[in-house]
């Protein structure tokens, strides 16, 4: 079982593109209403899938670097990343199915 870990524009390259295996980012923020409403499914992904996939966020208030690099218009917004290489992306609070299904593809 693992926890979300918190990344930031210095640490997310190690964290994120580095990683040995896939992972996934969710860019939120603390104001933003569907940020908190997905959280708890984040969450439930990092216990469920966490031995598998590394399961991250990033406060994008407190982070501008990497949102703008990515072309984050909108929070929260979910990158799936295999390699380096964003493969799938989520935006806007959608049903714990739709991120399930994020992850079994990085599977």
Known sequence: MADVIEVTDQS?????LQSDKPAI???WAEWCGPCRQIAPI??????????????????VDANPA???RYGVRAIPTILAIR????????????P?????NLVKGLL
């Not at 390699?83 to 959608?94: D, E, H, K, L, N």
């Not at 714990?96 to 399930?100: I, M």
Request: no cysteine.
């Open 12 to 16: 997310f390259e190690r964290e994120v």
């Open 66 to 68: 990497t949102p703008g």
């Open 25 to 27: 980012i969710d860019f």
């Open 42 to 59: 984040i969450k439930e992904l990092a216990a469920e899938y966490g031995d598998r996939i590394k399961i991250t966020k990033m406060d």
């Open 83 to 94: 390699g380096g290489t964003v493969v799938q992306q989520i935006q806007g609070a959608r």
């Open 96 to 100: 714990k199915a739709d991120f399930v």
